[in-house]
């Protein structure tokens, strides 16, 4: 027997394809061997990016005696959960309804028809905190398996027809309104840390898909609460550890409720999502600081996560080399202590740096050595300084060794970033962000997506990977290709779109309007995936509520609009009981409830009056609006690529904006002004 992961795509299992464990990546051969042996198997799912994960395995799959024990007793079969969310799904709902709790490393194991009879976490390789050691852990699986089979097979056959039980039917729940987004709302208050932001305790982790709701809630109703509340946060993030404050970019979250200490992988999600938010802060407030952390996020994705092929890798690890001790630690890229500071920036401008930066002797991370934030109180630096000073501490901290980079594209999470880089270069005139939007795009097209426009989970170096895409890749991928369709003006995006949308309809939806994580036809697990709940990034089910909503605003495609609707179900069930946890679906909810607004920009395409047209609609704060842009069409023509185009004539000759909302239009347009207020729109 050997270790086979050696040919997989995924960083995670290559980091895996040394161990003295003989792992199987998930195939019906795993399962097959362990038929044959009559052994169970031992399945082991994360991420590349995983602390815990990365312990796990120099303690334990590193350790010859325990790999031996392993590979004798079980078949062992190591996951990556960002290439295979649903295999992720499925076990981790049976361990967080079997303990209550669940995170990665996740340790199951599994009878050789796949059913989960134990679970597990991390575990230590010796006994500590209550914790059996993983040695104890898997001699007493394997003596459960030789001498209690019965006992064994009737807990795997229970749990498996538990979560048999667990359907949802949220599809018959009803179109969310106004009344359960007020309720939300309140729900939210109730939660919100008014002193620190952001919800509940610690940890804490950055609420974006939250913080969207609350920008479209006030949009659409003028809640001063709802702005206040995404406002503190987002300065409150902005100012905080968990900020990157020298190169950009937001770790995963925080360790503790005021946002000082994070933990440190950067993750393409995160960075996407909150983007878009801060964008769409500074749109509605023109708060500079939203302006700058959203640019600085937007440089930080294209510098730090771009790949080769225009993609946008997964994640940077939140390891990395000390060098002082040359152990791999946690933060250690990122923390500073004063001596150097001083050794960077002589002692004048180490002095101001540190108390700009928050930078003490005590330290606010480990042994001395602080994450830098920015204090209310700190003192003011001219701009010039300042950037003096980050330009020189950016330089040194380049010479340490960085952390490690999980260089696979995720589909869905690209078009997450397609979506905040193509918005964000429309914003801020950075016509360079529309291109890197346009260019992962397009490589989603060529490599992910196949002849009958179904997608591929993942892609490394222009690779395609073997998994199928998942309900969340054809949702977020939709979303980045009709916001780079509005922005762009380029109807192809448009077209794409409709290709993924129809898909999520015809393979993906079940009777009652219900959605599932996975194809009809994908791989059988023991239970069929399907999570409404905004966690870390949008459901699969709310992203694609979202993408259908917005085709159909585009088309006039009742059967889409009637699908986003009874999608949004789901928004009806949960909005006002966990609000925190259906945050995308609360946003998408806001659109359905505005129109969402329907906007056709016509003009020549070289008159820069069309531009300002342009720039001015997308700019409007109106929820979820999407905007269409080309050349004026003949009364009696179509609008070629864009539905929301035809019949658009300009006014007076001039470019003009046609805004149209639950089949009323409001008056044709050539003003900015008259636009602006129809969107709702602020002029920064």
């Known amino acids: 027997m050997s270790n086979r992961l050696a040919n997989e795509t995924s960083p995670y299992l290559l980091q895996h394809a040394d161990n003295p464990v003989d792992w199987w990546p998930w195939s019906p051969e795993a399962f097959a061997e362990a038929h044959e042996r009559g052994v169970p198997v031992l399945l082991s ?101 030789v001498g209690r089979p019965e006992e064994v097979a009737e807990v795997a056959q229970r749990i498996v027809r538990d979560l048999a039980g667990r359907q949802l039917d949220y599809g018959k729940a009803g179109v969310p309104g106004p009344e359960e987004l007020a309720g939300a709302l309140l729900g939210l208050t109730r939660e919100y840390d008014a002193v620190r932001g952001g919800f509940g305790g610690a940890p804490k982790f950055p609420p974006s898909m939250v913080l969207e709701f609350l920008l479209r809630h006030h949009a659409r109703t003028g809640s001063e609460g709802a702005l206040q509340m995404a406002v503190d946060t987002c300065e409150a993030m902005a100012r905080g550890g968990i900020y990157d404050q020298l190169g950009g970019g937001f770790a995963r979250y925080s360790v503790d409720r005021e946002w000082v200490v994070p933990h440190f992988e950067k993750m393409l999600y995160d960075n996407a999502l909150l983007c878009r938010v801060y964008a769409h802060l500074w749109r509605a407030t023109g708060s500079e600081l939203a302006r700058r952390v959203a640019l600085e996020t937007a440089d930080f994705m294209v510098r730090e996560l771009r790949t080769e092929q225009g993609g946008f890798a997964s994640a940077l690890d939140a390891d990395s080399e000390d060098p002082v001790s040359g152990k791999h630690v946690e933060g250690a890229y990122y923390a500073w202590t004063p001596e150097q500071f001083a050794e960077v920036l002589g002692e004048g401008d180490g002095a101001l740096a540190q108390a700009y930066f928050g930078v003490t002797q005590e330290g606010t991370f ?28 950016l330089a040194s901290r380049a010479q340490r060794p960085a952390p490690g980079r999980d260089d696979k594209v995720v589909a869905a999470w690209n078009g ?57 890749d ?62 870390a990034a949008p459901s699969g089910w709310t992203a694609a509520a979202g993408a259908l909503l917005s ?52 003009g020549h395409p070289d008159d820069p009056a069309r531009a300002a047209l342009h720039r001015t609609a997308l700019l409007g704060t109106a929820p979820g609006a999407v905007v269409a842009v080309g050349p004026p069409r003949a009364a009696d023509g179509s609008g070629g690529e864009f539905p929301l185009l035809a019949e658009r004539t300009l006014v007076r000759d001039l470019p003009t904006a046609y805004v149209c909302r639950h089949f009323v239009c409001a008056r044709p347009t050539t003003e900015l002004v008259e636009l602006a207020d129809q969107l709702g729109a602020v002029r920064p």
């Open 45 to 145: 799912v994360g991420y590349s990016s995983c602390h815990w994960c990365h312990v796990l395995a120099s303690e334990s799959f590193e350790d010859e005696s325990t790999a031996a024990f392993m590979n004798e007793h079980f078949v062992n079969v190591k996951v990556d959960r960002e290439e295979r969310p649903d295999i992720d799904a499925v076990y981790m709902e049976a361990v967080q309804a079997a303990t209550g709790q669940g995170g990665w490393p996740m340790t199951v194991f599994l009878t050789p028809d796949a059913e989960p009879f134990y679970f597990g976490t991390y575990f230590p390789p010796e006994p500590r905190h209550g914790m059996p050691s993983f040695t104890q852990v898997l001699e007493g699986v394997r003596t459960a398996w």
């Open 366 to 393: 480990e042994h001395g050595a602080s994450v830098l934030q920015l204090h209310r109180d700190g003192p003011a630096l001219d701009a010039e300084r300042l950037a003096g000073i980050k330009e020189r501490l």
């Open 416 to 472: 997450l970033a397609i979506a905040a880089l193509a918005e964000c270069g429309a914003y801020f005139e950075r016509p360079d962000l529309v291109e890197r939007a346009t260019e992962a795009a397009d490589l989603l097209v060529r490599v992910h997506m196949d002849g009958s426009a179904r997608l591929a989970r993942t892609s490394r170096d222009g690779r395609v990977g073997s998994n199928a895409g998942v309900l969340e």
């Open 474 to 535: 054809y949702g977020d991928v939709a979303e980045g290709f009709l916001a780079l369709a509005s922005v762009t003006g380029e109807g192809v995006w448009l077209e794409f779109a409709g290709f993924l949308v129809d898909l999520v309809m015809a393979r993906f939806t079940a009777e009652d309007g219900s959605l599932y994580d996975t194809a009809h036809d994908a791989e059988r697990l023991i239970r069929r995936p399907q999570d409404p709940t905004d966690t």
């Open 551 to 602: 085709y159909a605003a585009h088309t006039g495609s009742q059967p889409h609009r009637t699908a986003a609707e009874r999608a949004l179900g789901v928004v009806h069930a949960l909005g006002p009981r966990a609000p925190r946890f259906i945050g995308h679906g609360l946003a998408v909810a806001e659109a359905l409830v505005d129109g969402p607004r329907e906007v056709a920009v016509v």
